[in-house]
Antibody
Framework: EVQLLESGGGLVQPGGSLRLSCAAS????????MSWVRQAPGKGLEWVSL????????YYADSVKGRFIISRDNSQNTLYVQMNSLRAEDTAVYYC?????????????WGQGTLVTVSS | DIQMTQSPSSLSASVGDRVTITCRAS??????LAWYQQKPEKAPKSLIY???SLQSGVPSRFSGSGSGTDFTLTISSLQPEDFATYYC?????????FGQGTKLEIK
């Protein structure tokens, strides 16, 4: 059974940094692209970033490009996102999502999410 | 970026009704479209991929169609557990994008 468990959310001040983690199990982690998708309170889903299975490709939404860095440790079956220069509009539940394949993907599996609040 | 526009934004319907939600892409995406269902305070659940392929375990009352720029999600006979918010997502071109969502409510 695929399991995705996010951690690292919390309250951070504007301009601050935070790193989220997603521990994965139940599948061959390195064979699948992974993504972060977020949802601001009361709003819709927003795709944030994707990293290919072998970490040879990374892609970002315009809203986070240059501020967020997605990475993965295939030896530890863990996905990360380093979030820098955080803004109030980054406040959201951040979901880790497993892709359907190595690169171009839809998302058959999702974690339960971790809340990031950017506020002074 | 490719914009995904869903219609309607909200919809009231009754148990047993047939419901159709539309998703339009601002440029062609072949059939690289997925549909998700989300209930309050829960993670999204995948329903359809490649525009018309049913995800394993999803009831057959859900179906998808379309290609290019125009897509539909149809629920043939609404059940009480189907009242939720539905999202389309294109995965043809980075950055991937979601529609704004369609909230399906009980009439």
């Amino acid at each position: 059974e695929v399991q995705l468990l996010e951690s690292g959310g919390g309250l951070v001040q504007p301009g601050g940094s935070l790193r989220l983690s997603c521990a994965a199990s139940g599948f061959t982690f390195s064979s699948f692209a992974m993504s972060w998708v977020r949802q601001a309170p009361g709003k819709g889903l927003e795709w944030v970033s994707l990293i290919t299975g072998g970490a040879d490709g990374t892609y970002y939404a315009d809203s986070v490009k240059g501020r967020f860095i997605i990475s993965r440790d295939n030896s530890q079956n863990t996905l990360y996102v380093q979030m820098n220069s955080l803004r109030a509009e980054d406040t959201a539940v951040y979901y880790c999502a497993k892709g359907s394949g190595y690169n171009s993907v839809w998302y058959p599996n999702w974690g339960q999410g971790t809340l990031v609040t950017v506020s002074s | 970026d490719i914009q995904m526009t869903q219609s309607p934004s909200s919809l009231s319907a009754s148990v047993g009704d047939r419901v159709t939600i539309t998703c339009r892409a601002s440029q062609g995406i072949n059939y690289w479209l997925a549909w998700y269902q989300q209930k309050p305070e829960k993670a999204p659940k995948s329903l359809i991929y490649a525009a018309s392929s049913l995800q394993s375990g999803v009831p057959s009352r859900f179906s998808g169609s379309g290609s290019g720029t125009d897509f539909t999600l149809t629920i043939s006979s609404l059940q009480p557990e189907d009242f939720a918010t539905y999202y389309c997502q294109q995965y043809n071109t980075y950055p991937y994008t979601f529609g704004q969502g369609t909230k399906l409510e009980i009439k």
